[in-house]
């Protein structure tokens, strides 16, 4: 499996970017897809999950303001992130899990290389 993220950028405080990762490799469907991010010094954090249902996890801080999802066939999981702020600085990744949708970095089987997002005040 692989999986290549892209879309990140810079934007001001207030603005919205979409992150996109391509899945291939593997049964897209048979997958949970998950985004997490790590800022410089910080430990990865997760941030959004989205099972075969089609159902999303948030972490708190991303309730509300983004939304992931995933699109068949083009097996490709999207992070549409608005209202960015300056703490939302950070590399963003997505990963895979056999096992489903879940918050722990650990249970996550593939990852990809990420990309980046800066918010500026």
């Known amino acids: 499996v692989q999986l290549q993220a892209f879309g990140g950028g810079s934007v001001q405080a207030g603005g919205s970017l979409r992150l996109s990762c391509a899945f291939s490799?593997?049964?897209?469907?048979?997958?949970?897809l998950g985004w997490f991010r790590q800022a410089p010094g910080k430990k990865r954090e997760f941030v959004a999950t989205?099972?075969?249902?089609?159902?999303?996890l948030y972490a708190d801080f991303a309730e509300g303001r983004f939304t992931i999802s995933r699109g068949s066939p083009k097996n490709t999981v999207y992070l549409q992130m608005n209202s960015l702020k300056p703490e939302d600085t950070a590399v963003y990744l997505c990963?895979?899990?056999?096992?489903?949708?879940?918050?722990?970095?650990?249970?996550?089987?593939?990852w990809g290389q990420g990309t980046e997002v800066t918010v500026s005040s």
């Open positions: 990963a895979a899990s056999k096992i489903g949708p879940a918050r722990g970095t650990g249970l996550y089987d593939y």
């Open positions: 989205i099972g075969w249902s089609g159902s999303g």
């Open positions: 490799g593997g049964a897209f469907s048979s997958y949970a």
